[in-house]
């Protein structure tokens, strides 16, 4: 039996569509509908009802799947054990992080990793989606905040620290910001996120925490569009220190209260490594997670 054709159908059983499993593969549709069909015929067995509006799994198919998934994990774990005997991470290591923290803190390491790993195939999806890690296949996931409590194995990166930043020339048009509660009568750049639109949080040097409406005329989902926003005069941005210390240094940007931790959430939040629950990882992603803690804790 062709074990890449079990691989496309399982991989379309967890993505519910022929076409989504094609684009991640660079494959045309029809390809994988065949082998789909191939398989079919040597099994003798409908695994998917086919309409022109929607893909579902046969009993049979569920049946199939519940089977076969488990021993092609083994077969892939056996495949990476022999792999790493020669001790050179090699092959793809597929890696999802957000737009912004993949532009500003994965992007530049990029070449470094390259020249240490020749082998080794990066393939970085950035999006501010979160994955599904198994159906997508991904290696490894830096996700920012609070995790929720799933299945996935999880490693602190490091902390994440946020700062009320505008431009000087916001500044000196607007009106007075000498404490925290004048945040209410400033233009605010906001993320649609829950807290982040409506409210942020400010705990100064004794441990008081003072929670702060705020409201502003420009929402954005991205936090690179935000940065350039506040730099462009627009309005007080809550952003991650990570992104724009480099601007506070340049004095294009300005930390209204170096004093005070912010946030809009919660203030232990961090970057973590995020990967699949599985017995054996992989040199390969061991490999890019130590690289990536040693690169940014450094």
Known sequence: MDVSALQLFVEVMNQGSFAAVARDRNLDPSSVSRAIAGLEAELGVRLFQRTTRQLSPTEAGTTYFERIEPL????????????????????????????????????????????????????????????????????????????????????????????????????KRSHSLQQSMDLANHNCLLFPLAGFRSRWLLKDQTGQVSEVSVSGRTVISSAIALQQCAIAGMGLALLPKWLVDVDVQAGTLINVFPDYEVTATNFSTAAWLVYPSRAYMPLKVRAFINFLKQSVSG
Not at 103 to 117: K, W
Not at 131 to 148: E, N, P, S, T, Y
Request: charged residues 15%.
């Open 72 to 171: 092609l994990a083994e077969m892939q774990q056996a495949i990476d054990i022999i792999t790493d005997v020669s001790r050179k991470p090699r092959g793809t290591l597929r890696v999802t992080a957000s737009v912004s923290f993949g532009h500003h803190c994965i992007v530049p390491l990029l070449p470094a990793l390259a020249a240490q790993y020749p082998d080794l195939t990066v393939d970085l999806w950035l999006t501010d989606t979160v994955v599904d890690l198994v159906a997508d296949r991904i290696d490894v996931a830096v996700r920012l905040g609070v995790l929720a409590d799933s299945t996935l194995v999880a490693q602190r990166l490091m902390p994440t620290q946020y700062a009320v930043c505008a431009s000087p020339v916001y500044l």
